[in-house]
């Protein structure tokens, strides 16, 4: 099994110009946690929910919500992406994709051929792959 079966191929992905708040609209929107920045198709970097939420001010901190807005508004995705970061290929085994996701505490792997973005698998894909065995597994036992 190779990550490029299972992958979410052509994700939603952001640029390095892009606002802190646009791409956390753009992660509610999509219901996800992870957003490949990308210059084209040319993986840049990664941002995460955490990525925002670290990097977001507190508005318990006695920051009016004005402040607040304007801080996501003018704090641009470049600033607090993960650069570099790890890839696969689709051709990457599942095993070794979800080894690498399990020991590195990653929720995600941005998929590239070079380095053209082509997909991304996440946490979600991997359980994905799982329910399928245990469905296929019960399916031969039933």
Known sequence: MQVGTFMTRDPITVSEETSMKDAMLL???HKIRHLPVANGKH??????????????????????????EQILDD????????????????????QEAVRVLVERKFGSLPVVTGTDLVGIFTEIDALKV??????DAGAQTG
């Open 27 to 29: 992660l509610r929107t």
């Open 75 to 94: 704090t641009i995705v470049a600033r607090i992406m993960t650069r570099e970061p790890f890839t696969v290929g689709e051709n990457t085994s599942v």
């Open 43 to 68: 993986l840049v970097g990664l941002v995460s929910d955490r990525d925002i939420r670290r990097a977001s001010p507190s508005l318990l901190s006695g920051i009016g919500k004005t402040k607040y």
């Open 130 to 135: 799982l329910l399928d065995q245990l469905n």
